[in-house]
């Protein structure tokens, strides 16, 4: 199993920046992917960005793509994603996934991110 915990949510102006952590544990050295996602109230979940553990390679949502970067420290375990230029729209629950080799997805409790105009 893969144990999840987000941190670095909070309320911030339009325009201005914040981190987000994932600490994993567990297995989280038998993922295959991390990745970011969102639910703001009465929509669905969105997948915002993610990353490809063995290659690095990276995935952006459109409305992201320059302002948002994901990236990953192996070495502390921690999937982090940048975000600059926050928009309103941006306000929602943010949430760490990360997939097992065996197909499995594991999922944070969450942190939030509200955005004022």
């Known amino acids: 199993q893969v144990q999840l915990a987000e941190s670095g949510g909070g309320l911030v102006q339009a325009g201005g920046s914040l981190r987000l952590s994932c600490a994993a544990s567990?297995?989280?050295?038998?993922?295959?992917?991390m990745g970011w996602y969102r639910q703001a109230p009465g929509k669905e979940r969105e997948l915002v960005a993610r990353?490809?553990?063995?290659?690095?390679?990276?995935y952006y949502k459109d409305s992201v793509k320059g302002r948002f970067t994901i990236s990953r420290d192996n070495a502390k375990n921690t999937l982090y994603l940048q975000m600059n230029s926050l928009k309103p729209e941006d306000t929602a629950m943010y949430y760490c996934m990360a997939r097992h080799l065996f197909g499995i997805d594991y999922w944070g409790q969450g942190t939030q991110v509200t955005v004022s105009s």
């Open positions: 567990g297995s989280s050295s038998s993922t295959t992917t």
């Open positions: 990353i490809v553990s063995s290659t690095g390679t990276t």
